[in-house]
């Protein structure tokens, strides 16, 4: 919590991963959240409050900082820093990112829902579920079959998988909304996934997968109109003005002008820009380690990934 004197000024979230400072580690941004307009540069405060926590040892929890006792504003400590924030502001250390995060503001009920979205997606959906394609939500019971799609979907995108002991933690230590699977299948077969976490009327769609095989029967448009739709239901059954007039969904981050993005733009959805803090080198951009990861059989890189995956962030 930031302090000006005796005044509340901002809350910044930060996660120590073992080998990085990160914000908000399950939903797509974090950063520092200001009440009022604020003249401290960003970074220079997230690394000031990261300092002061290395120097005292504290221990995980809730403290105080206030701006005004802050004397010294070069940045003292050599941790790895990786912080994703909505926050357009233009400063020295926040960067532009590739990234944009899809949101769209949920209607009162499904008929509204209906009428927001095209003809054609409509008639889409609408095929999907005369297809025979069904879809359940649910807990822990449907973890197997998500991580089933997912795990798959990862590994033919030549990318490393969390471990399915990763989702499993998270849906058991996350206590400040809900954690939800939801899956779809065709002749008892899983082919689409999705889980979806909440925090006081906002649902972000956190991880998304589907079968090459099935997507020619819009499964992918299925599954996020049953997601959308239990977000709709769940805010009805608030009566909290804030979850009521102010719930949205977000279909999480992805790159501008890539096919997800360019999928996700068949909703009415807005996009926000991502921006970064991190002094992190991006793995992303050594393509022999892709052209490596691809050559091994799934059966290596599934639990494989699991395993390097800590090691990164």
Known sequence: MLFD?????????????????????????????FSKNNTNPHTIIIDNIISE??????????????????TNFEKKHTEKVFIRSLNSKKEEGFIKSEKVSSI?????????????????????????????????????????????????????????????????????TYEYGEVKIFVAYKDKIAIGSGMLASYNGFYENMFFATSSDARKDYVSDLLHWEMISYCIKQQTNHHSPLTTHHSLYSFGRSTVSSGVHKYKSHWPVTDYPLYTYSNMPDIRKN???????????????????????????
Do not use: C
């Open 53 to 70: 926590i290395i120097d005292n040892e504290l221990q995980p929890g809730y403290y105080s900082y206030d701006l005004k006792s802050q």
């Open 104 to 172: 769209l503001q949920l209607p009162e009920d499904k008929a509204g829902l209906s009428k927001m979205i095209s003809s054609n997606l409509n008639r889409k959906i609408s095929k999907a579920q005369k297809s025979g394609i069904i879809t359940k939500s649910g807990d822990y019971e449907l973890l197997d079959d998500f991580y089933k799609v997912y795990s798959r979907n990862i590994y033919k995108l030549k990318s490393l998988s969390y471990s399915k002991k990763f989702f499993e933690n998270l849906m058991k």
């Open 5 to 33: 004197g005796d005044e509340v000024k901002a809350v910044s979230p930060l996660v120590n991963t073992g080998k990085a400072w990160v914000s908000l580690p399950h939903f797509s941004y974090g950063g520092i959240v």
């Open 287 to 313: 393509k022999w380690l892709s052209q490596i990861w691809s050559l091994l059989p799934f059966a290596i890189s599934k639990p494989l990934g699991g395993y390097l995956i800590r090691h990164i962030y």
